[in-house]
């Protein structure tokens, strides 16, 4: 099975949890790992290129998902829309998309970049909470999709939706230090995203991609 993933620290718990559940499972040699940005993986998906990835929810409409996503309820912190000239995140697809449904115009900047930019004092609008102040509604940037080997992708969400994935201080350390933050700003971080969807996040895709086409 080749999976493609994203290196953004809002899936690092799914990482760590997917390294876990292969090392405990028969089908660890089936397991191989195409890295890129978002829009690439979209799009490798649906060439076949990877069996199943967490691809942008707006290139999600017509292909086969688990209930897990990329989710934040109100802000997101790395997803921004910064003041200037329109220009959109080559790596998105999604957080493009919401900037024109919401009818914002301005820089789109997402994932690690972002939450640095935030970080270190940087001022923009906070997509997901703009979403939220339109909505009431969380936003799903993301879903866990797949074009083959169903029964253990579906297998592999409903583990992980009910898993607690602790991550150890040294990985903390060592992906903070990637990214020039600390652990305990990589720690607060995560606790502003989960992955289950539930109703409202279902409701909220929903009205998302109708109002995107």
């Known amino acids: 099975m080749l999976f493609g993933s994203i290196s953004y620290l809002n899936l690092l718990p799914f990482q760590l949890f997917l390294k876990r559940y292969i090392k ?10 195409k890295r890129a940005v978002p829009s690439q993986i979209n799009k490798s998906l649906k060439r076949r290129e990877v069996n199943a990835a967490f691809i942008s929810s707006v290139a999600s409409r017509n292909c086969t998902c688990t209930d897990l ?10 997803v921004l829309l910064l003041e200037g000239e329109n220009r ?3 790596a998105s697809a999604t957080s493009n998309r919401l900037a024109k449904v919401l009818g ?7 994932g690690d970049a972002a939450l640095k930019y935030y970080l270190d004092g940087g001022e923009g609008i906070d997509l997901a909470e703009a979403w939220y102040n339109k909505t009431g ?6 879903r866990l999709c797949y074009n083959k080997h169903g029964a253990e992708i579906e297998k592999l969400a409903r583990e992980f939706a ?4 602790s991550i150890p201080q040294y990985i903390l350390k060592r992906e903070a ?8 700003q990589l720690s607060w971080y995560l606790e502003h995203i989960y992955y289950k969807m539930d109703w409202k996040a279902k409701h909220s895709l929903k009205l998302f991609l109708r109002q995107s086409k």
Do not use: C
């Open 24 to 33: 405990n499972n028969a089908a660890k040699m089936s397991f191989r790992y």
């Open 69 to 78: 996503g990329i989710i934040a309820h109100k802000k997101v912190y790395s």
């Open 88 to 90: 959109e995140d080559p």
């Open 104 to 110: 914002l115009q301005g820089k789109v900047l997402i």
């Open 137 to 142: 509604l969380p936003f799903v940037f993301a």
């Open 162 to 165: 009910k898993a607690k994935v």
């Open 177 to 184: 230090k990637k990214r020039g933050i600390t652990p305990k």
